[in-house]
């Protein structure tokens, strides 16, 4: 009952003026800079750390500026799933996925009803990490100690495990494009051997990696956009929706139809949020993955399914909160925008870490009832910004595709400032045409850029640990089981595949 | 289409080999060091740093065998199709938009960002688009200066200027 | 891309020198657009945080006319922002951010051509500390303890550190080869999963800065054992140099502000005085006690010699350990 009470006067503090107008301006810019192709919640929270100086000197605290930056994260969650939606481009890396079903939806006229799940989905999954968060953070905190790296890499080779069906029916090209994206994942610097490799032509550039917004951009907001541009012949209206109250409120009523999206990406998102590992990012591709095997009509997911919005959305809010929680019960950061927070409550002069709850009470709880208010600020913003987004989609498609191309190459060049990076982009935005013509599935690369390199420096960290011997990953308590279910997961297709050969 | 397929499918197996090539690739400060000497397992640590990219490049290279092989039998779509890869619409598309992409990236190392998004938009839009003069001048300059504000001044991530940089420089002087 | 950049380089240079000269005296430098800031590692890392935090200084304080932007370069442990450096466009509007990888990534990465001392030398703004931590579960409270515990395990005896042939590397080859352990190394991508592992006990001992493993510490998780350091940290008063315990070996992590190479000596001398009063203030300080840095500002030809006798002490260290040749 305590916590209920600290959480009581937590959310009563955050709904002063001045902490609710931080909140409200946070939220407003995060949703700008989410939307922003390249940009993510990251970008938001790192340019704008300076600025929370003056806040602090103004509030006298380190809780308006903490509920400031924690704003800004929130609305750049939401903020990430509108461009995916409405231009087709990853807003964010969280958001990806959001872009396997919100874009079909989007061409086939129903932006709206893409745009109205997510902002739904996106606040239950936030909501429900907050109670999560609220209730056991410290019993979360211990979990998060228990992942070493085998159990990391075991949850790697799940996520695998629940990609296996997102491929096309081309296995040979399915398999091409997974484990082209587990070696482009590689390139770069290695941290193990403490070697560069993969340096094509010695040019340094490469030795940061290819990074996954650079193929994520490319594939989506160039090749698609080009192959978009020459299927249609230019004859392309995106949208038809005409938005009033009654659609607002028709599509609100359609939503629990996404019930089971937004459940599996809240839990799983939360869940992998909280292990200090990689963040929103693997968190919605997982959910993504999962809602998909265990849909009743898996076939309809890549075509538009409101599961496959939901379930991304929920995710990334969720794993969002989840990752505050290792950030202040361990002062371990679980994502890079965590990573900037963390940094941030260094300056302020807080000390992050296990006894953070029991000693800055004063700043836990506001923070904690922040999170609550600017989830519902972030709906109520969403919601009401709705008719502008679509009003993007109804511009001419020949002013709307050199405005995304435009968005892309600028976007990939402010993700990384490196010009180097907007040229690879291009690159595999034209060989990501040719091959989509071909029918070579993309999604899957785009998927292994993510999680290739957490699976790597995990297993050889890991085989490190056991002197090379494999069984580590199986005869630990918490990697064991998840091993076992990976494996069966991934075996599962083959079994069922040879079982309908024998039978004729 | 069919042609397309196969030789998709080389060209992408031998990006695999040269994949495989360089993953091999020892330390650059030792000069001593055997090419392919990292691939394998090294006992009592486990993978070495070639292990990962050789091997799922091998994988990537025997995919592309067994699309060559699923040509050969005609099994895909693609390789039963008599379309042809590129229609001569889609070419002269690829040509316009995709030469253009490349032209916006090479004008970005003299012109900055600014000065290539400006005259990207006016060639699209006026010569692919066939928009009015006055839409595509609006557009073309809104969207970079629009741009100047939300990246340069608001977002404190300082775009590359080229030549056109001394034209900031009172910019600057005022906003930042 | 490299011709082109050249000729930008040299006009572009130009320009700025024209416009320069014709505004303001030579001598008196004042920067006339945003400062390339690179931070030479990723984000929210050791080097990250105390950037941002130089940033936020500059910023509230009203120290420069020109923002300074931070640019995170952590591509090949450094070698991209020293490349970035070397290439740079406009060495006067462009300052790096360092750590110790400012010596040792151009000794193991010979390709890069980078000579770190054409670069400019702004200010080093402190020295990072370094203890070994373990575990409090393991009961172990003395580093003669350590010593016994570690030879009895061999190989079982795990040390987690940041990247391999990096400062918590240096540090753990100094203690096997001393000492005659055979503790085994696993390199972490950052600080703080290492400080994370150690708490949770997947590894048995660290090699962290004070500022990574001091919420466990306060937590009373982890113990720290050995200062790696000449005198004695305020901050841990029971906690003995390794010196003391008759080890002769020390280890800092240098701090600095670094200009590219070619920065005019008129830019030196205005970004050395800016990093000063950053240094000086009251921010600074305070940062500086609370995470145990060690170190006073040191700059010009003090923070050269300084960088050749840390490159000629790296340069045994990685051909002792058999890093480079």
């Known amino acids: 009952m305590e916590i209920i009470t600290s959480l009581g006067d937590g959310v009563l503090q955050a709904l002063q003026p001045f902490n609710l107008g931080l909140a409200f301006l946070g939220v407003v810019v995060g949703l700008f800079v989410g939307a922003m192709p390249g940009l993510g919640s990251v970008n938001g929270v790192a340019i704008l750390l300076p600025f929370t100086f003056v806040i602090q000197d103004i509030s006298g605290s380190a809780t308006a500026p903490m509920i400031f930056l924690a704003a800004i994260y929130y609305g750049a969650m939401y903020g990430g799933a509108i461009s995916s939606i409405t231009l087709g481009i990853p807003g964010a890396s969280t958001a990806v996925a959001t872009t396997f079903d919100g874009r079909p939806l989007a061409l086939a006229g129903k932006a709206d009803k893409a745009l109205i799940t997510a902002a739904l989905a996106s606040f239950i999954g936030g909501t429900v990490a907050n109670m999560l968060f609220t209730g056991f953070a410290p019993a979360l905190a211990s979990i998060a100690l228990d992942f070493g790296n085998p159990e990391i890499f075991a949850l790697m080779l799940l996520a695998f495990a629940t990609f296996i069906g997102l491929g096309g029916d081309d296995i040979p090209k399915t398999i091409f494009s997974i484990a082209f994206g587990l070696v482009l994942a590689t390139v770069g610097f290695d941290i193990v051997s403490g070697e560069p490799r993969l340096i094509f032509f010695d040019i340094t550039e490469f030795s940061h990696g290819i990074r996954f917004l650079v193929l994520a951009i490319g594939v989506y907001g160039i090749g698609e956009m080009i192959w978009t541009i020459n299927t249609s012949q230019d004859n392309i209206t995106m949208t038809e929706a005409k938005l009033g109250v ?105 000390q992050p870490g296990p006894l953070l709850f029991s000693e800055q009470p004063d700043f836990v709880w506001p923070l904690i009832g922040s999170f609550y208010v600017s989830n519902v600020i972030a709906l109520a913003v969403n919601l009401a910004c709705i008719p502008v987004f679509l009003w993007m989609l109804r511009m001419p498609f020949t002013i709307l595709a050199p405005l995304i191309f435009v968005l892309s190459i600028v976007g990939t060049y402010a993700a990384y400032q490196n010009t180097f990076d907007v040229w690879l982009m291009v690159m595999f935005g034209l060989g990501a045409y040719f091959l989509r013509i071909l029918d070579y599935p993309l999604a899957p690369a785009v998927l292994a850029i993510v999680l290739g390199p957490i699976a790597e420096p995990k297993l050889r960290q890991s085989l490190l640990l056991s002197d090379g011997d494999f069984s580590i990953f199986l005869t630990r308590p918490i990697a064991g089981p998840i091993t076992v279910l990976a494996i069966i997961l991934i075996l599962l297709p083959l079994v069922k595949l040879i079982y309908r050969k024998l039978r004729g | 289409m069919r042609r397309a397929e196969l030789v998709t499918a080389v060209l992408l197996g031998l990006l695999s080999i040269y994949l495989m090539w360089e993953a091999g690739e020892g330390p650059s400060w030792d000069p001593d060091s055997v090419r392919f000497a990292n691939i394998g397992m090294i006992e009592d640590e486990g993978p070495g740093s070639g292990f990962w990219p050789f091997w799922l490049a091998l994988v990537m290279l025997a995919s592309c065998i067994w699309t060559g092989v699923n040509w050969w039998r005609r099994k895909t779509p693609a390789s039963r199709s008599s379309v042809p890869f590129l229609t001569p619409h889609a070419r002269a598309m690829l040509f316009q938009v995709g030469g253009s992409l490349i032209v916006f990236m090479g004008l970005t190392h003299v ?66 | 891309m490299s011709i082109m950049t050249f000729g930008k380089n040299t006009l572009l240079g130009a320009a700025a020198v024209a416009i320069s000269t014709a505004f303001v005296p030579a001598q008196a430098f004042e920067p006339i657009k945003p400062i390339d800031f690179v931070i030479m590692a990723g984000q929210g890392g050791g080097a990250d945080k105390m950037a941002r935090l130089m940033q936020s200084i500059v910023e509230k304080e009203n120290l420069a006319p020109r923002p300074l932007v931070p640019t995170n370069k952590p591509g090949g442990t450094g070698a991209e922002a020293l490349v970035h450096m070397n290439s740079a466009s406009d060495p006067d509007h462009t300052i790096m951010v360092t750590l110790n990888s400012f010596f040792t990534t151009p000794l193991r990465q010979p390709g890069l051509k980078v000579d770190i001392l054409e670069f400019a030398p702004v200010g080093r703004m402190a020295e990072d500390t370094f203890l070994l931590w373990v575990h409090k579960d393991t009961g172990i409270t003395s580093f003669e303890q350590f010593l016994a515990e570690a030879k009895k395990r061999g190989r079982g005896w795990v040390m987690g550190g940041t990247g391999k042939n990096s400062e918590d590397n240096i540090i753990t080859d100094h203690l096997n080869n001393a000492y005659g352990l055979k503790i085994k190394y696993i390199p972490y991508k950052g600080g703080g999963a290492v400080a994370k592992d150690l708490a949770g006990q997947q590894i048995t001992s660290s090699v962290n800065n004070p500022s990574e493993a001091l919420g466990f510490y306060e937590a009373g998780n982890v113990v720290p054992l050995v200062a790696f350091t000449d005198e004695w940290l305020p901050m841990f008063p029971d906690v003995p140099t390794l010196k003391e315990l008759g080890g002769d070996f020390s280890y800092f992590m240098q701090r600095a502000v670094v200009g590219a190479p070619g920065m005019s000596d008129a830019a030196l001398a205005y970004y050395t005085a800016l990093f000063d009063k950053v240094y000086k203030s009251d921010a600074w300080q305070k940062y500086k006690s609370s995470k145990s840095l060690m170190g006073d500002y040191l700059a010009g030809d003090g923070l050269k010699d300084y960088w050749k006798v840390q490159r000629d002490r790296h340069t045994k260290i990685l051909k002792a350990s058999g890093a480079i040749k």
């Open chain 2, 111 to 176: 012109l900055g960002y600014y000065g290539a998004m400006f005259l990207f938009l006016i060639y699209y839009l006026r010569f692919l688009g066939r928009h009015s003069l006055g839409r595509t001048l609006s557009i073309a300059a809104g969207v970079p200066v629009f741009s100047f504000f939300f990246f340069d001044v608001a977002m404190r991530i300082v775009l590359p200027k080229g030549y056109l940089e001394p034209l900031f420089i009172p910019l600057y002087d005022i906003f930042l």
């Open chain 1, 246 to 350: 009654s659609t607002v409120l028709r599509e609100i009523k359609a939503f629990p139809k996404a019930w089971k999206g937004t459940a599996i990406g809240s839990a799983l998102g939360f869940f992998v949020g909280i292990l200090p590992a990689a963040g929103a990012t693997p968190g919605s591709l997982m959910s993504y993955g999962v809602a998909k095997m265990l849909s009743r009509n898996p076939e309809r997911f890549g075509k538009g399914d409101v599961d496959g919005i939901a379930a991304p959305e929920a995710a990334n809010n969720s794993a969002s909160s989840g990752a505050m929680l290792p950030m202040m019960t361990l002062g371990i950061p679980g994502s890079p925008t965590t990573a900037v927070l963390l940094a941030g409550m260094v300056i302020w002069g807080l």
